[in-house]
């Protein structure tokens, strides 16, 4: 039972370039979070997804960053134009259901460098 | 509000015991969870505690849960250099909340 799949491991994009980072759920999974860390710091929370639907989105930045979780196919978390200050690890968890006491199980990230 | 704070760093001798500290601020937080990350790594749970717990043991981990305070501790009891990492504090603030606060974690060094 593979764990929560995030690709790629690393990314480079230049500056304006565009950004899609995808996470596909531990199997029989539904709901999906995203977090971003930024160097030296800890996670924030940034959007929560079940399948072809938003929940929660409070934590994006308002401008340039959209996610989705398909029907069919991994959750993508897209960043538009991006800049330096987008470079962080972004990391995808998933859960049979909300709200589960136990915590998320976590993907191995995606390291986002802007240059 | 919402914040959780812990100490940047802490260095330990292989074998000794290490106590990794961390604070909360909000008082309706339900659970709150221990969470490794090894370098280049996603992160792993480690533990949760329930905020109606004073203490939980698993194997070389013990959590202790002071609720008047507000603050939570890891203790790792013979600490190993596979144990290196960093570990993040993480609270959930209600049973109906998939939000996990994160503080900006502790760096263990575990030297030889």
């Known amino acids: 039972n593979a764990g929560v799949m995030q690709n790629p491991r690393h990314l480079v994009r230049r500056r304006g370039q565009e950004a899609r980072l995808r996470c596909s759920p531990m199997k029989g999974h539904s709901h999906v979070y995203w977090y971003r860390q930024l160097p030296e710091e800890g996670l924030k929370f940034m959007v929560y997804?079940?399948?072809?639907?938003?929940?929660?989105e409070s934590g994006m930045p308002k401008e340039r960053f959209s996610a989705e979780f398909p029907k069919e196919g991994p959750s993508i978390l897209r960043i538009q134009q991006v800049v330096r200050g987008d470079s962080a690890a972004y990391f995808c968890?998933?859960?049979?259901?909300?709200?589960?006491?136990?915590?998320?199980?976590f993907g191995s990230g995606t390291r986002l460098t802007v240059v | 509000g919402e914040d959780v704070e812990q100490s940047l760093f802490l260095s330990v001798r292989e074998g000794d015991s290490s106590v990794i500290n961390c604070t909360y601020t909000d008082s309706s937080s339900t659970y709150l969870y221990w969470y490794k990350q090894e370098p280049g790594a996603g992160l792993q749970l480690l533990t949760y505690?329930?905020?109606?717990?004073d203490m939980k043991q698993d194997q070389r981990l013990t959590v202790l849960l002071n609720k008047k305070d507000k603050h939570l501790s890891l203790r790792i009891a013979d600490t190993q250099t596979g144990d290196s990492a960093i570990y993040f504090c993480a609270e959930r603030l209600d049973d109906s909340s998939y939000k996990l606060i994160f503080g900006s974690g502790t760096r263990l060094l575990v030297r030889p």
């Open positions: 505690i329930f905020s109606n717990m």
């Open positions: 968890a998933s859960s049979p259901e909300s709200g589960q006491h136990y915590g998320y199980t």
């Open positions: 997804l079940q399948k072809e639907n938003i929940i929660d």
